[in-house]
């Protein structure tokens, strides 16, 4: 009894290792279309708790693209489908800026379903490697991790591990390795993660949080840093009554996770009152749905978020409420923002290195007004956000909401942010999109293409 316990406890301990398939070539699409996706009937005139084009949803899920100089592309994976079906497909592609074109966008896999849920992000490692992290909602179907074969390409994959995780966060520490957040779900949405020095063979799942009913969560790295902020699910309604806002960071590969003012978190955090909490929105009786974490010029992290009274879309209960929260080494200073119509709104800040905030997000009505997206607009602020200035009407006469800007790791100018459109209230085409840091033009990634690459369009 006593030698198979220790094989037991050798087991659960093991590394997590996959057995090897064949790499694939991918096929390639001839367009790049998104996935249009709703979340939870509401039986009024809005139709959803959220809908609309959501190749580049969730936030709760990050990188999405991330620039390589080494070869002058930003490489990028959106929730695509297929042009007879609204069915799932992970999609990888990057935009040459030396040549200004993108190619035929590649097909890694087909979900099999229309939850944009399950979309993917995806990673460089030191040596180029595309990693692309496939999530899935909950425990009914497999998550995957693949890797390019070659470096800087996205012709041919091999398949690393099939498992089961969602919300992914895969970060390339330099010289370290893979430090990968997610979720795993079990009596809720708990937060985990795993280290792998060469994404093959993986620890085990670590517990990090889990809150209530659960967590959802944002990250950002910086050097060796790696941030995450999240909130907490009460019970017994849970994730519609998402509240407070917590802050925990670590440069040691995972190894110890601490407050923003640097004492040791005891992990897993599992009380609502406890050293990581830095806004406390149920004493406000606020809604919390956080948008982007990012750290200033000097290290410091800086988060946005938005506030709401209740869950459910509509103008019953006023606009929604942004702020911006920074760390000024001894608080947080939270300031208001400005306003939109929609709680899932969802928006980047990037922080410059003079100083300049700038946030693109869609903060403007859209031809569906009080649903999900609006017309994109960058704003900008000089002064860490004490004021802001709108600095551009990105989009404008629409047919179709615009939300999910999302923000790429190293963001190169001529690609700051991208995201998709889609009509909120019923089932429809949705495109992507991106803009440049000064928020010039606006282009469109080609619906339909003829030959193997292509330019994308100007939008207006």
């Known amino acids: 009894m006593k030698c198979l316990a220790i094989q037991l406890l050798v087991l659960l301990l093991a590394p997590v290792v996959s057995a090897q398939k064949p790499p694939a070539v991918l096929a390639r699409d001839d367009g790049y279309r998104g996935i249009w996706y709703a979340n939870q ?43 007879e079906k609204n069915e799932l497909l992970h999609m990888v592609s990057y935009l040459d800026h030396t040549t200004g074109t993108v190619p035929r966008p590649a097909i890694l896999l087909n979900k099999k379903t229309d939850d944009a849920h399950d979309n993917p992000t995806l990673m460089l490692d030191d040596a180029g490697h595309v990693w692309v992290f496939s999530a899935a909602h909950g425990t009914a179907r497999p998550s995957w991790i693949h890797r390019s074969t070659k470096p800087w390409s996205v012709d041919e994959f091999e398949e690393i591990l099939e498992t089961n995780f969602s919300y992914t966060h895969p970060w390339w520490m330099p010289g370290k390795g893979f430090l990968f957040l997610h979720t795993r779900y079990s009596a809720g949405r708990g937060l985990f993660s795993m280290t792998s020095a060469d994404g093959r063979a993986w620890s085990q799942p670590r517990s990090l949080a889990h809150i209530g009913m659960g967590d959802y969560q944002l990250t950002w790295q910086l050097g060796q840093r790696l941030a995450s902020v999240f909130d907490y699910h009460p019970k017994p309604v849970g994730l519609n009554e998402r509240s407070n806002i917590y802050y925990m960071e670590t440069d040691d590969f995972g190894g110890t996770w601490r407050t923003v003012g640097g004492a040791v978190l005891e992990i897993p955090l599992t009380e609502s009152a406890n050293p990581a909490l830095v806004l406390d929105s149920r ?27 209740v869950y459910e879309s509509g103008p019953k209960h006023g606009p929604r409420t942004w702020f911006t929260m920074r760390w000024t080494g001894t608080e ?13 709104d969802h928006g980047s800040l990037h922080i410059e290195p003079d100083g300049l905030w700038r946030i693109v997000a869609p903060t403007d009505p859209g031809p ?53 459109d889609g009509h909120t209230l019923e089932p429809a085409e949705s495109r992507l999109y991106f803009t440049d840091r000064e928020g010039s033009q606006v282009w469109r990634l080609p619906e339909s293409m003829s030959g193997n690459s292509a330019p994308p369009e100007p939008a207006w």
Request: net charge positive; hydrophobic share 30%; with cysteine.
């Open 283 to 309: 004493a406000e009786k606020q809604l919390v749905y956080l948008k982007d974490l990012n750290f200033d010029n000097t290290g410091k992290p800086v988060v946005l978020f938005l506030t709401a009274t």
């Open 332 to 344: 947080w200073v939270r300031r208001p923002f400005t306003t939109s119509d929609h709680n899932y």
């Open 41 to 83: 009937p509401s039986k009024d005139e809005y139709r959803y708790k959220y809908s609309g084009g959501f190749a580049t949803y969730p936030q709760q899920q990050l990188p999405q693209a991330i620039y390589a100089k080494e070869v002058n592309k930003t490489f990028f994976c959106y929730g695509g489908r297929t042009r």
């Open 368 to 420: 569906q007004p009080w649903t999900a997206g609006g017309e994109m607009v960058m704003w900008t602020s000089r002064d860490e956000g004490a004021t802001w200035s709108k600095a551009k009407m990105l989009t404008h006469d629409s047919l179709r909401n615009h939300t999910y800007a999302r923000r790429p790791v190293n963001a190169h100018p001529g690609f700051y942010t991208f995201w998709a």
